[in-house]
């Protein structure tokens, strides 16, 4: 422990993660010695998410984990250098997680009585604010194509077998993005074969039946370039622009490349524009942070959306990050958002002090 730094009026009533009142409590439920402390260890008085099924733990937000506040038990101790007030459980030891019940918890930025108890995605530190999620970090971003303000990368694909190449690109494409044009439908995107992270190359090509163009309505007759999976004969039913068609006979094709007599108003597209949804998040800029794995991506994104891992960049600043959730948006302004929790702030806090916590109001 350091030098003392501070000389408070009255003594500290209790240490964050002590229980603050004697209502009614109640654990997380799990089998006997199912929560430990992941690696790293766990830090007493803030969030925990845990799986119930394989008894997982973890201070980052894990969707779908049930949450709950981690008490200060025996096993807690100050692991910091020189620390004077931070307890920790170490990896390995088990966790009193509870879900009711009156706490003390520490709170950076103060908080008032009757606030709401919000948890940080990327810490499990408690956060107090309103009714709304409050932000927990916020930058410039778009959905991985390089900066601009466009809804998708624009870019010349084509399929032999089961590779598909990109070129000509105006954007961002990378292993994952759903890419859809009228002549093709819907293809995604394997594993990179050749190329930089975002830029032109090739890619192993899932979920697309075949690789073609449907005729026009005057002779329905679909004409197929290329099959990566699977056979095509009479019955099946082929997504086109306009309304479906139906394989009504066959023609040069018996089951693979050839031409296919369709039912249905089939229509033939030279060429198209093709958009592009991915999991590859663009930080152009950054007004509060770090950006952490396991941080909550808000609006524009899609509901859920979380930091999965780095891929460019300067740790938690400007660069490209994975997310949780394909997305397509305009760049512009995004926050990261607080997770909700069940508990109410009960005392007065200043910042960086300790206030009771309560899940009865």
């Known amino acids: ?22 209502n009614p409590r109640a654990s997380v439920l799990g089998g006997p010695g199912q929560y430990v402390a992941p690696t790293g260890g766990a830090v007493v008085g803030r969030f925990c998410w845990v799986d119930p099924v394989t008894g997982a733990t973890s201070q980052t937000f894990v969707g779908g984990y049930l949450i709950g506040f981690l008490k ?4 807690a101790i100050i692991t910091e250098f020189l620390g004077e007030a931070v307890y920790s459980v170490n990896r390995g030891l088990p966790l009193d997680i509870f879900d009711q019940g009156d706490f003390w918890a ?10 709401r108890v919000w948890a940080d995605p990327s ?18 971003a778009d959905a991985g194509f390089g900066g601009t303000a466009q809804q998708g990368a624009a870019f010349t694909i084509a399929i032999t077998t089961n590779v598909a190449t990109i070129s000509a690109l105006s ?3 990378e292993a994952g993005d759903s ?5 093709l439908g819907t293809v995604v995107l394997g594993t990179r074969l050749t190329g930089s992270l975002g830029g032109v190359g090739t890619f192993t090509q899932v979920h697309a039946n075949f690789a073609g163009e449907a005729g026009t309505a005057a002779n329905n007759i679909v004409s197929v370039s290329a099959v990566a999976q699977g056979s095509l004969e009479v019955g ?20 693979g490349v050839g031409t296919y007599t369709v039912g249905g108003s089939a229509q033939r597209v030279a060429s198209a524009a093709v958009t592009a949804t991915n999991t590859v998040l663009n930080i152009t800029a950054v007004a509060t942070g770090p950006i952490e794995v396991g941080d909550v991506v808000g609006s524009p994104a899609v509901a859920g959306t979380q930091i999965v891992s780095q891929l460019s960049g300067a740790a938690g600043g400007i660069g490209t990050y994975r997310v949780s959730a394909l997305n397509y948006f305009v760049s512009g302004a995004v926050t990261d958002e607080a997770v909700a929790t069940p508990w109410f702030v009960n005392s007065v806090a ?6 009771k916590i309560s899940t009865w109001g």
């Open 171 to 173: 954007g961002w494409v």
């Open 123 to 140: 810490t499990g530190k408690p956060i107090a604010g309103g009714a709304t999620a409050p932000t927990t970090d916020s930058f410039t």
């Open 350 to 355: 200043d910042d960086g002090e300790i206030a």
């Open 72 to 75: 200060r038990g025996n096993n």
């Open 106 to 115: 520490l709170f950076d930025d103060g908080a008032t009585p009757g606030q």
């Open 1 to 22: 422990m350091g030098f003392q730094t501070t000389i408070n009026n009255q003594p500290a009533p209790a240490e964050a993660g002590d229980f603050a009142g004697v």
């Open 236 to 255: 099946s039913v082929i997504d086109s622009t306009g309304a479906d068609a139906t394989v009504t006979a066959l023609g040069t094709g018996t089951g």
């Open 179 to 183: 890419v859809t044009s009228a002549s």
